[in-house]
């Protein structure tokens, strides 16, 4: 038997809940492949998984318990899988969205996992850059920015 999954419009994601195994069919034009290999393999260490293509746009995941489990506990299977579908899902547009980002960050990472500049790096910088202004003080170290001062009459006084 068929059911919407939790009030989830229906043909988006559907499960009939069998005696051992609990069957959803996911909607591929809604939640694409990666996002169902990512839910699924959140799955494997407490379920066997079975992923197919079904009719049309749709996916046929089959997941089976590696222990016994009962009605509710297949229900609540099917529960958290349609979180972890959504969470995959987004992840991914994330990821998509961000890709520049990313690949800027790793290649900065790259970049500096490469070693010290050579001397011809170091030939073709340019030093004269003027020293940067730090008018709140930050860059000063702790203790000068906190050294006592010394007494007017002390020979070591600035």
Do not use: H
């Not at 609540?76 to 972890?84: K, M, W």
């Amino acid at each position: 038997m068929s059911e919407s999954l939790l009030g989830m419009p229906p043909g988006r994601v559907d499960a009939d809940v069998g005696d051992a195994s609990v069957t959803l069919t996911v909607d591929a034009t809604v939640y694409p492949l990666p996002a169902v290999y990512a839910a699924a393999y959140c799955f494997i260490a407490r379920c066997y998984v079975l992923l197919d293509r079904g009719d049309g746009d749709t996916l046929r995941v089959v997941l089976t318990g590696k222990q016994p489990m009962d009605a509710a506990a297949l229900r609540a299977l099917v529960g958290e899988f349609g979180n972890e579908l959504l969470a995959s899902a987004w992840r991914r547009e994330i990821t998509r969205q961000n890709r520049g980002l990313i690949e800027s960050v790793t290649m900065q990472a790259f970049g500096g996992a490469m070693g010290p500049p050579s001397l011809d790096d170091l030939e073709a910088f340019d030093f004269t850059d003027e020293p940067f202004d730090d008018p709140l003080g930050i860059a000063q170290s702790w203790e000068e920015k906190y050294r006592k001062p010394k007494p007017a009459g002390d020979p070591e006084a600035p």
